[in-house]
């Protein structure tokens, strides 16, 4: 007897090793996936190798209230788990343990006289049952945990705390889980209504872009001419924040150097100026597209009068550049452009009297909180600074 009573007190120990460590598996697989259907599968197994029993499954209450449905399962038959739907009757053990909120048990179905047992159970050479509510947090019921054994099955008080205590943890798993994929839904949502919105303020630009050429085309002076090729390229410098965007993937922020050497680039191309050659030196730095817009168009205007004025036969020394160069410097962007060009006098531009270029760059520059910091001396230099936001 004495050596009986040991064996029996070494099996429990080992079946309640064998449960913390199920708990723990769990746990584990519950924090590393975000996978409901994974989660609640995985779940299944566990408990089922917990209490060696071969059939598990989860069933969750469908939004009518009044039907069951097998979300998860192991060693079911084709057919049942993701197919069955059952109603929510009167003489349903699972309708009775979620309204009463208490595990309930069935030795032996082919004995029970309180429920009716659906046929698929019958198929599957099911005897015995155990039902546990998983509720969630609030006291919602999802649904629940079913066990159920090929054999006649009493299970014991520990059996019953086990599955108490894993459906207690099922009840916050699932509904983490509900979230994430709520969120998820949110956020696919959100982002296929940027993008659309993204890709409508691109063809507004390029419409309004096209309706400037025309213009151009159809105006009568030079001087017109000129204007509307400056109100072309702000558009222009517009519609490059907009692809920056949208081909980040990134929301509403966009890489600086791509950007800025890209805007530059173009616009050399743009004015076909022979031998003017770019040099950038630009940190690896993500900025706001609300930032973006108002330095790209610093920057056009910038390069847009350097291209025109500064690089003269008789005042350009050297290789004509324009150099652009920004960085990061505790939490700050600065940005320096300059040409190596003709240059003026060492004073800040007049307020008036000194062309809508830089009066738009001053503009430009309060926007996004930076005072331009000009320099007239071999050339033209403006150096910003601004807070990243």
């Known amino acids: 007897m004495a050596q009986r009573g040991s064996w029996w007190r070494m099996a429990d120990t080992k079946q309640m090793m064998e449960r913390q460590r199920v708990l723990a598996d769990f746990g584990a697989l519950a924090l590393r996936s975000d996978d409901l259907d994974a989660v609640l599968t995985e779940a299944c197994s566990l408990v089922a190798r917990a209490l060696g029993c071969e059939l598990a499954k989860i069933l969750e209450v469908e939004d009518d209230g009044a039907t069951l449905f097998v979300r998860a399962g192991v060693g079911w038959q084709p057919g049942v788990v993701g197919v069955v739907h059952l ?26 006289d309180r429920f009716e047992f659906p046929r698929f159970l019958l198929d599957a050479g099911v005897v015995g049952i155990v039902n546990v509510p998983i509720f969630l947090p609030g006291g919602k019921a999802f649904g629940l945990l079913q066990v159920d054994s090929r054999e006649a099955w009493s299970p014991g008080d ?12 099922l009840g916050p798993v699932i509904d983490r889980l509900h979230k994430v994929h709520a969120l998820k839904e949110a956020t696919d949502r959100n982002r296929i209504l940027l993008l659309e919105l993204q890709h409508r303020i691109k063809n507004n630009i390029a419409a309004i872009s096209s309706l400037v050429r025309k213009q151009i085309k159809t105006a009568k002076s030079a001087d017109a001419r000129a204007e509307l090729a400056v109100v072309g390229e702000r558009v222009e410098a517009l519609s490059l924040v907009h692809e920056h965007v949208y081909a980040s993937n990134r929301g509403d922020r966009l890489s600086l150097r791509t950007y800025a050497t890209e805007l530059l680039r173009r616009l050399l191309a743009l004015h076909c100026q022979a031998g003017v050659r770019l040099e950038a030196s630009i940190e ?48 700050r962007i600065w940005v320096h452009i300059c040409d190596n060009g003709s240059g003026r006098t060492l004073q800040p531009p007049p307020k008036r009297g000194s062309g809508t270029g830089l009066a738009l760059i001053a503009g430009l520059s309060q926007q996004i909180g930076a005072r331009p910091n000009w320099c007239f001396e071999n050339g033209t230099s403006l150096h910003l600074e601004f807070k990243r936001r």
């Open 87 to 112: 109603p929510m009757c009167e003489r349903s053990s699972e309708t009775y343990s979620i309204e009463a909120g208490v595990p309930v048990f069935t030795p032996n179905i082919s004995k029970e």
């Open 158 to 169: 520990d059996e019953i705390q086990f599955l108490r205590t894993y459906a207690a943890i």
């Open 284 to 331: 690896e730095v993500d900025i706001a597209s609300d930032t973006a817009i108002p330095l790209g168009l610093i920057l056009n205007e910038f390069a847009t009068n350097s291209l025109k004025h500064a690089f003269s036969a008789d005042h350009t020394t050297g290789h004509p550049v324009i150099r652009i160069e920004a960085g990061l410097r505790d939490d």
